[in-house]
């Protein structure tokens, strides 16, 4: 290229190429993934016989024998976490409210408002939602 306009051109062009690729890929990472289906004792057994079959080379007898095994595992297991979760919950709120108690009204209002949002974010994760960090925060 004998012409510094040329020159000037060409990068510029590379530039714009550069940008709208950058843009693109910007709008495809934005979009959030769709939700997961909450977790199922169901779901829980069916991922873990696949894992052993695979893994381990189970014949299809030693299959039938087990899934009555692991699907009474699993469903205790679901249902131990079940209540972990609805014990958890209810120790935080009586946590919340004895905090709360030595709080001005301006700042148990506040502190009201951030408990709203951590319980909202943590019930949209056990339903099976991905929540960015930091989502609900301004």
């Known amino acids: 290229m004998k012409s510094p306009v040329k020159l000037i051109i060409l990068l510029?062009?590379?530039?714009?190429?550069?940008?709208?690729?950058?843009?693109?890929?910007m709008m495809r990472m934005r979009r959030p993934p769709p939700p997961r289906p909450p977790p199922s004792a169901?779901?829980?057994s069916a991922g873990h016989i696949?894992?052993?079959?695979e893994d381990i080379g189970l014949q299809p007898d030693q299959v039938e024998k087990i899934r009555p095994v692991v699907e009474k595992g699993m469903l205790a297991l679901?249902?131990?976490?079940?209540k972990f979760l609805e014990d958890n919950h209810a120790l935080r709120e009586v946590m919340e409210r004895e905090v709360a108690e030595y709080m001005t009204p301006e700042q148990r209002a506040k502190y009201e408002k951030i408990n709203r949002e951590?319980?909202?974010?943590?019930?949209?994760?056990?339903?099976?939602?991905?929540?960015?960090?930091?989502?609900?925060r301004k």
Do not use: C, M
């Not at 696949?50 to 079959?53: D, L």
């Not at 679901?78 to 079940?82: D, I, P």
């Not at 951590?118 to 609900?136: F, K, L, N």
């Open 50 to 53: 696949k894992r052993i079959v």
């Open 78 to 82: 679901f249902n131990q976490r079940a």
């Open 12 to 25: 510029v062009g590379i530039f714009l190429a550069g940008a709208g690729s950058g843009a693109l890929v």
């Open 42 to 44: 169901e779901s829980w």
């Open 118 to 136: 951590y319980h909202e974010r943590t019930r949209r994760q056990e339903r099976g939602e991905r929540v960015p960090p930091g989502s609900d």
